[in-house]
């Protein structure tokens, strides 16, 4: 996809032109995402992104891993004051903490 941005938009305050490449990885379950954007001071930047699908086990497995806790969660992407949403949730994880 390719996006011409204005000024004051989500990757530069200047104008400037956007590619979004998507793939979806079957085996990993995941999607990964380059956004090249291209400004007329600095040139070309890549921005990369990941998205993967995992159980609420697995999950638990990668927060852990990462050496985080989770803080708190919420059955919506707006927080407490949202609507239940049965597929998607968000969590704030912290540090954890007494690890050596």
Do not use: N, W
């Not at 159980?55 to 806790?69: F, R, T």
């Not at 949403?85 to 969590?91: P, T, V, Y």
């Amino acid at each position: 996809m390719l996006v011409v941005g204005t000024p004051g938009g989500l990757f530069a305050d200047e104008p400037y032109v956007a590619l979004r490449e998507s793939r979806f990885h079957d085996v990993e379950s995941a999607t990964g995402e380059r956004y090249f954007i291209h400004k007329a001071d600095t040139g070309l930047v890549v921005f990369v992104q990941c998205t993967q699908a995992c159980s609420d086990s697995e999950l638990s497995h990668l927060i852990e891993m990462a050496g985080l806790a989770v803080h708190s969660g919420y059955a919506s992407l707006i927080g407490e004051t949202g609507e239940d949403d049965d597929e998607l949730f968000r969590i704030l994880l912290e540090p954890e903490t007494g690890t050596s």
